[in-house]
Nanobody
Framework: QVQLVESGGGLVQAGGSLRLSCAAS????????MGWFRQASGKEREFVAS????????YYADSVKGRFTISRDNAKNTLYVQMKSLQPEDTAVYYC??????????????????WGQGTSVTVSS
């Protein structure tokens, strides 16, 4: 099993920045791709970004491309997402996820094996 714990969420004004972190523990060697998803109130969970095991490949949803940057530090077993130019439509609960096998790009939540509990991001206008 792999445990994922997100942190770094909060309230920020439009145009501001936040960095989310996700600490992984347990059988971390068993996962390769990690990603971020988000779920706004009343909406389905959606893909935000993903990164390969060595950080060499990254993918982003069109809605965040150019504003968000995903990264990982395997020595620290930590995943990050730096979010800039935040907008009210970025308001959501952000989830960290990890998958054991498969390609780095898969926007479907069901492709991921492990999930964190989520951290809330609210962007005020």
């Amino acid at each position: 099993q792999v445990q994922l714990v997100e942190s770094g969420g909060g309230l920020v004004q439009a145009g501001g920045s936040l960095r989310l972190s996700c600490a992984a523990s347990g059988r971390t060697f068993s996962v390769n791709t990690m990603g971020w998803f988000r779920q706004a109130s009343g909406k389905e969970r959606e893909f935000v970004a993903s990164i390969s095991w060595n950080g060499g490949a990254t993918y982003y949803a069109d809605s965040v491309k150019g504003r968000f940057t995903i990264s990982r530090d395997n020595a620290k077993n930590t995943l990050y997402v730096q979010m800039k130019s935040l907008q009210p439509e970025d308001t959501a609960v952000y989830y960290c996820a990890a998958r054991k096998v498969g390609s780095t790009y898969n926007p479907q939540p069901r492709a991921y094996d492990y999930w964190g509990q989520g951290t809330s991001v609210t962007v005020s206008s």
